[in-house]
């Protein structure tokens, strides 16, 4: 390869089924990104989305494991396997796209962020909106100071899925293979983003209910939170409230305000406003009720800072360190508070 020749990443994707069509997107989007092909413990499943997308169907994970030409394993499987699958990967010299949650456990978060250590490899836990420009531009303003001395802040998570879901999956709803329901599988995104503009908040209090599917995790959460520095809030994921709504994160400080809704500014008020310097942003369309609605671009731009990072051109925003803060702030409010 010549000096002026760019490397083009090949991916593996293991687990084909419905968020492997989001990564097969952004791959394709991608100028140094190739689908290699793709493994499912379904043969036909890999058939198929190699039919759909191109690249070789293997006949399993450790046949996919094993073709050194391989740069890069998207693990898209159920929650459960997540920090298996990623840790076999590295140790097959693999760096990983790893959906979230990364583990089911701050415990198995662990191995994983040990196992990025041992093999040297990087990995990025999938949280697509944190490449949202109005996060990104949130995150600075709450940096600044630009909304005072923060006073509250409120994440709410009123989502609807419909008995099919559920039933239409072997994995959904399923204490051992999902980790938890409402906050674990839905809510993570929420979390995650609240925490990466707001800091770390500490759990004071925690009610926990599955009110209306029957199904072995939550579908009704409410957690009582607090921020260095006094700020208070609250976080509520549900997947039982009729007819699903959008995700709004409000941040209220003592000279100004922000209201997200999903990915996007809704309202902001702030003394200093900067708000006509933000880049356009790309809005999640209607995904909080329909996950086979993700668009790619976030993805896209997420598994882009992969590349740039393994080729040193920039750091990893979502590391397995990263990864894990969420799941700690989920178990806090399964265990009713903080450790
Ligand atoms: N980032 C997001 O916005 C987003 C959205 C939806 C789902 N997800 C996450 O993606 C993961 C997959 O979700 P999904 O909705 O695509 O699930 P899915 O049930 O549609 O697909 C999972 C696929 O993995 C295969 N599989 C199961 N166990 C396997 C194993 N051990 N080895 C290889 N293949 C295996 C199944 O046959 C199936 O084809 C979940 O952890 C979920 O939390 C993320």
Same mark, same amino acid.
């Given at each position: 390869?010549?000096?002026m020749?760019?490397?083009?990443?090949?991916?593996?994707?293991?687990?084909?089924?419905?968020?492997?069509?989001?990564?097969?997107?952004?791959?394709?989007?991608?100028? *140094?990104a190739?689908?290699?092909?793709?493994? *499912?413990?379904?043969?036909?499943?890999?058939?198929?989305? %190699?039919?759909?997308?191109?690249?070789?169907?293997?006949?399993?994970?450790?046949?996919?494991?094993?073709d *050194?030409?391989?740069?890069?394993? &998207?693990v %898209?499987?159920?929650?459960?396997?997540?920090?298996d699958n990623?840790?076999?990967? =590295?140790?097959?010299?693999?760096?990983?796209?790893?959906?979230? +949650?990364m583990?089911?456990?701050? /415990?198995? /978060?662990?191995?994983?962020?040990?196992? &990025?250590?041992?093999?040297?490899?990087?990995l $990025?836990?999938?949280?697509?909106?944190?490449?949202? +420009?109005?996060?990104?531009?949130v995150?600075?303003?709450?940096?600044?100071?630009?909304?005072?001395?923060?006073?509250? %802040?409120?994440?709410?998570?009123h989502?609807w899925?419909?008995?099919?879901?559920?039933?239409?999956?072997?994995?959904?709803?399923?204490?051992?293979?999902?980790?938890?329901?409402?906050? =674990?599988?839905?809510?993570?995104?929420?979390?995650?983003?609240?925490?990466?503009?707001?800091g770390?908040?500490?759990v004071?209090?925690?009610?926990?209910? $599955?009110?209306?599917h029957?199904?072995?995790?939550?579908?009704?959460?409410? /957690?009582? @939170?607090?921020?260095?520095?006094?700020a208070?809030?609250? @976080?509520?994921?549900?997947? &039982?409230?009729? +007819?699903?709504?959008?995700? !709004?994160?409000?941040?209220?400080?003592?000279?100004?305000?922000?209201?997200?809704?999903?990915?996007?500014?809704?309202? =902001?008020?702030? +003394? *200093?406003?900067?708000?006509? !310097?933000?880049?356009?942003t790309?809005?999640?369309?209607?995904?909080?009720?329909?996950?086979d =609605?993700?668009? %790619?671009?976030?993805?896209?731009?997420?598994?882009?800072?992969?590349?740039?990072?393994?080729?040193?051109?920039?750091?990893?925003l979502?590391?397995?360190?990263?990864?894990?803060?969420?799941?700690?702030? @989920?178990?806090?409010?399964?265990?009713?508070?903080?450790?």
């Amino acid at each position: 390869m010549s000096q002026m020749e760019k490397k083009v990443y090949r991916f593996g994707i293991l687990g084909c089924g419905m968020i492997s069509n989001v990564h097969a997107e952004a791959i394709e989007s991608l100028q *140094d990104a190739v689908l290699a092909g793709a493994a *499912d413990y379904n043969r036909e499943a890999a058939e198929r989305f %190699c039919k759909k997308f191109g690249g070789h169907a293997y006949e399993n994970e450790l046949d996919m494991l094993a073709d *050194d030409t391989i740069d890069v394993i &998207c693990v %898209c499987t159920p929650s459960h396997c997540h920090a298996d699958n990623a840790i076999r990967a =590295m140790e097959h010299g693999k760096h990983v796209v790893l959906e979230k +949650p990364m583990a089911l456990t701050t /415990a198995e /978060a662990d191995k994983v962020i040990e196992a &990025c250590r041992m093999h040297d490899r990087k990995l $990025t836990v999938i949280s697509q909106l944190r490449f949202s +420009p109005d996060i990104q531009h949130v995150r600075q303003l709450v940096k600044k100071q630009a909304f005072g001395k923060l006073v509250f %802040c409120n994440l709410t998570m009123h989502y609807w899925r419909s008995e099919e879901y559920f039933a239409g999956s072997r994995w959904r709803g399923r204490k051992a293979f999902e980790g938890g329901g409402a906050l =674990m599988n839905q809510g993570i995104h929420g979390i995650d983003l609240m925490q990466y503009i707001l800091g770390e908040p500490k759990v004071v209090g925690a009610r926990i209910h $599955t009110l209306h599917h029957e199904i072995e995790v939550e579908d009704a959460a409410t /957690a009582l @939170i607090e921020f260095e520095g006094g700020a208070t809030g609250m @976080i509520q994921g549900s997947t &039982c409230t009729w +007819p699903g709504f959008e995700r !709004r994160l409000e941040i209220h400080g003592d000279k100004g305000y922000v209201i997200l809704k999903e990915n996007a500014i809704e309202r =902001m008020d702030v +003394p *200093d406003d900067e708000i006509d !310097r933000r880049e356009e942003t790309v809005h999640a369309v209607g995904s909080y009720n329909r996950p086979d =609605m993700i668009d %790619c671009h976030m993805h896209a731009r997420q598994i882009q800072n992969l590349i740039d990072a393994i080729e040193g051109r920039d750091s990893l925003l979502v590391d397995a360190g990263e990864g894990r803060k969420a799941i700690r702030i @989920i178990e806090d409010i399964y265990a009713g508070e903080s450790k």
